[in-house]
């Protein structure tokens, strides 16, 4: 399920909003302002940004910079701005889309799914120096090799590399990969991790104690 970060300070737009984004069939989280919503975004893993530009604590063209610098994550801008000097500076710090208020919430699906898919053909495959995958044909090779990975093992991946020199949670991982599972036992994560460390010794895996895990890659 694609998982969409909202931020937005109108309580009742952003109701609205989450609302129908959740019949459409995506997963929301909302922030009211600037600074709660780079915070939920460092903590989760997010498929697409919908920014508000007037935010209270720090602006939406701030976060629009502090999210580009960790992330290419489609972010999709709104606001009641309709002036062209804020269109220009949105576009510049490299947005996918542009919407103003008032908008119809249909049309705010569709460009979220056009947003998606034109991104999706871009991030099919991700290579990172040596280590190259395909999340479309669940195929990663290191170094030219193909490495024979489980699909597990694939799914674990896939969250460090969409997202590198980034602490991903433990917690975050296991809902990716498994769902909700309170009972799952902590050492089966650390087993993937230590598969694909074997398959792959090269990589450069961190453990962060009491956190989760990051991929670190040259930049």
Not at 110 to 123: A, G, M, S, Y
Not at 206 to 213: A, F, K, N, R, S
């Given at each position: 399920m694609v998982h969409i970060l909202l931020v937005e300070d109108e309580e009742m737009l952003s109701e609205i909003v989450s609302e129908f984004l959740v019949d459409a069939g995506f997963e929301v989280t909302i922030a009211i302002d600037g600074e709660e919503g780079l915070n939920k975004f460092n903590e989760q893993i997010?498929?697409?940004?919908?920014?508000?530009?007037?935010?209270?604590?720090?602006?939406?063209?701030?976060?629009?910079?502090?999210?580009?610098?960790?992330?290419?994550?489609?972010?999709?801008?709104?606001?009641?701005?309709?002036?062209?000097?804020?269109?220009?500076?949105?576009?510049?710090?490299?947005?996918?889309?542009?919407?103003?208020?008032?908008?119809?919430?249909?049309?705010?699906?569709?460009?979220?799914?056009?947003?998606?898919?034109?991104?999706?053909?871009?991030?099919?495959t991700k290579d990172l120096g040596d280590l190259f995958i395909s999340y479309e044909n669940y195929q990663v090779s290191y170094q030219g090799h193909l490495i024979d990975l489980t699909k597990k093992e694939f799914e674990i991946l896939a969250c460090l590399t969409k997202r590198p020199n980034i602490v991903i949670p433990?917690?975050?991982?296991?809902?990716?990969?498994?769902?909700?599972?309170?009972?799952?036992?902590?050492?089966?994560?650390?087993?993937?991790?230590?598969?694909?460390?074997?398959?792959?010794?090269?990589?450069?895996?961190?453990?962060?104690?009491?956190?989760?895990?990051?991929?670190?890659?040259?930049?």
């Open positions: 997010i498929d697409l940004v919908l920014l508000d530009i007037m935010l209270p604590k720090i602006s939406g063209l701030d976060v629009l910079k502090k999210i580009r610098k960790l992330s290419n994550v489609p972010i999709i801008m709104m606001t009641a701005l309709d002036d062209e000097y804020t269109q220009l500076a949105s576009f510049n710090q490299e947005i996918d889309d542009y919407i103003t208020k008032p908008f119809s919430p249909s049309i705010l699906v569709k460009r979220i799914e056009t947003v998606l898919r034109r991104c999706q053909q871009v991030t099919e433990r917690g975050q991982i296991i809902y990716i990969v498994w769902g909700y599972q309170d009972n799952l036992d902590n050492r089966l994560l650390d087993n993937h991790f230590k598969n694909i460390r074997k398959k792959i010794p090269e990589i450069n895996i961190q453990t962060v104690t009491g956190i989760g895990y990051k991929l670190e890659v040259p930049l």
